[in-house]
């Protein structure tokens, strides 16, 4: 079973940014592609940004132009670099494989508030 750690949320004010990680036990962790998801209060969770086994990264609308994703194979992390925060973004943030999560058993997220 794939254990995922995620990391890094808090409280910042709008216009703020944070960084995100997340360490997953997969084995052959390189093979997989690899994604943030959230889910705000009384929302599905939606696919926020996603990056390939060969570093292609791709964006929600939403968050495009603000966040950018990255991985480090030899540590089996991905990050989320979260920049001009909005409160929309306010949301626990999770990471699996994308752009459908495989695995199971979910981590338990990192909470993110933007507020003033």
């Known amino acids: 079973q794939v254990q995922l750690v995620e990391s890094g949320g808090g409280l910042v004010q709008p216009g703020g940014s944070l960084r995100l990680s997340c360490a997953a036990s997969?084995?052959?962790?390189?093979?997989?592609?690899m994604g943030w998801y959230r889910q705000a209060p009384g929302k599905q969770r939606e696919l926020v940004a996603s990056?390939?086994?060969?570093?292609?990264?791709d964006y929600g609308d939403s968050v495009k132009g603000r966040f950018s994703i990255s991985r480090d194979n030899g540590k089996k992390m991905i990050y989320l670099e979260m920049n001009s925060l909005k409160p929309e973004d306010t949301a626990v943030y999770y990471c699996n494989t994308a752009p459908a999560p495989q695995w199971e058993n979910w981590g338990q997220g990192t909470q993110v508030t933007v507020s003033s």
């Open positions: 990056i390939t086994t060969f570093g292609r990264t």
């Open positions: 997969a084995s052959m962790f390189s093979l997989y592609a």
